[in-house]
């Protein structure tokens, strides 16, 4: 599969290449499918050696998505995409590094309460003065000398973590009522308090940073977790309702989301505005068509944020509905393979480990595609794996790492049990047969 992800990428490279020069790139060709090649074979013989019952599907999707994503930043911007390769190589690093230090899943619980400690304080680090930094209205980026980060994209992993934690040592309690009103059966007020807090953090992040995407992201982790937990779809009803009355309150003090969503309710009335990177996004897509133009033929290049932000809608020009969908199939082919080991763990920390990180990738798409669309407005957030940006592909590949090494967890037990029972069938047999004999030893002869 990993040469599977070699040729198609090569050969998208390739046409693109061919769509913009008019001819093939005899010498860029080669330095880039080596590059590729030795990050994925890196990848791949490290997942062999420390997780080989890991699912073998997740690491080349991934690496499809990766390599989908440096050739239109590399249409779009020679420099982006010199970056995004050193950022992979950087997550590549970090993926190996994390399948490493954790040879089992189940000891990122030991340190849940450092590693929420560690969240809070990257989620908030952007308000710092002096390292802390505005860009596009969302004050989301720490910059410290050369280097800059979101770190919102690396406190969404910690948050997953805790979150899963202590859901799974509270799920029975949270899932049980306890105080009775009239027929009802209803939750104690104060079991509510995990949900609420959830709620209050996630509009914090709103109003201090003017970060939508970040702030219903780990919303939706949280109350999706908690769903997932408890079996109880009465918190999906409350969750949506405290999401809907935060998001009033929102509009009416910060601008950011005013104007988010008057350039998502009428684009053409601030076409010169807020809504002309949605209207251009339009453009984009309706111009690919069903086949697209052909990669490298299409000017994405006119739309903001084209190599971020709105790299679903420069991808859907040049590759057409016919591309995006087999993009959306490929995500579609994570988030399954993920909730499927969720499904298989038998722990129930890593069993909800593993749905939020999955959980994380489908939100995250969902936003970003649903914004693009305008089923939603636009909040900023990159698409996994393919957008530009590299805290965002360092902590995906983060997040790919722990989700294997849960699957291969499952993989271990599941052989461990199996053996066990095995073992304890032949012992039963054999004391079987002890008895047997025993007792016609002692019986009377003919």
């Not at 996630?202 to 003017?210: D, P, T």
């Not at 957030?381 to 699957?407: E, K």
Request: without cysteine; hydrophobic residues 55%; neutral net charge.
């Amino acid at each position: 599969m990993i040469v599977l992800v070699l040729v198609l990428t090569g050969g998208l490279y390739t046409l693109a290449s061919v769509g913009s020069g008019k001819a093939v790139p005899a010498t860029g060709i080669i330095p880039f499918l080596v590059l590729v090649f030795v990050l994925m074979l890196v990848a791949h013989l490290s997942l062999r050696r420390l997780a080989p019952q890991a699912d073998p599907v997740l690491l080349p999707l991934a690496a499809l998505l990766n390599g989908m994503g440096y050739v239109f930043i590399a249409g779009l911007d020679k420099a982006q995409a010199s970056a995004q390769a050193t950022w992979t190589a950087v997550g590549v690093i970090a993926f190996v590094a994390t399948l490493a230090l954790f040879p089992r899943a189940i000891d990122l619980e030991r340190y849940r309460y450092i590693i929420a400690l560690v969240g809070v304080a990257l989620l908030l680090l952007p308000l710092v003065p002096h390292i802390g930094e505005d860009v596009n209205g969302a004050r989301l980026w720490v910059r410290a000398g050369p280097l800059s980060f979101q770190p919102e994209e690396f406190a969404k992993l910690a948050l997953a973590i805790f979150f899963a934690s202590v859901l799974a040592e509270r799920a029975d309690l949270l899932a049980t009522g306890t105080r009775r009103i009239g027929r009802w059966l209803v939750l104690e007020p104060r079991y509510l308090a995990p949900l609420i807090a959830a709620w209050g953090v996630s509009l914090l992040v709103l109003l201090a940073e003017n970060d939508l995407g970040s702030s219903f992201l780990f919303f939706a982790l949280f109350v999706g977790l908690l769903w997932v937990a408890t079996g109880r779809a009465a918190y999906l009803a409350l969750g949506a309702g405290l999401f809907a009355a935060g998001a009033v309150f929102a509009l009416d003090i910060v601008h950011h989301a005013q104007t988010r969503v008057q350039a998502w309710l009428h684009p053409w009335a601030h076409f010169t505005t807020s809504g002309y990177q949605i209207i251009e996004g339009w453009f984009a897509l309706a111009g690919g068509g069903m086949w697209g133009l052909g990669p490298g033929q299409g000017n994405p290049g006119i739309i903001p944020e084209a190599t971020s932000d709105f790299i679903f809608a420069s991808i859907g020009e040049e590759v057409g509905l016919v591309g995006v969908t087999a993009l959306l199939i490929a995500y579609l082919l994570i988030t399954g393979s993920g909730l499927r080991v969720a499904v298989r763990s038998q722990r129930s920390f890593s069993k909800l480990l593993a749905t939020g990180l999955s959980l994380l990738l489908a939100v995250q798409v969902f936003v970003v595609v649903g914004g693009i669309t305008r089923l939603i407005p636009v909040t900023g957030i990159t698409l996994p794996f393919v957008s530009y940006g590299g805290s965002s592909l360092v902590s995906n590949y983060i997040l790919l790492a722990i989700l294997l090494r849960i699957s291969n967890d499952n993989a271990t037990e599941q052989a461990l049990a199996e053996e066990a029972l095995a073992h304890g069938g032949s012992l039963l047999l054999t004391t079987e047969r002890s008895r047997v004999v025993a007792a016609e030893a002692q019986a009377p002869g003919p």
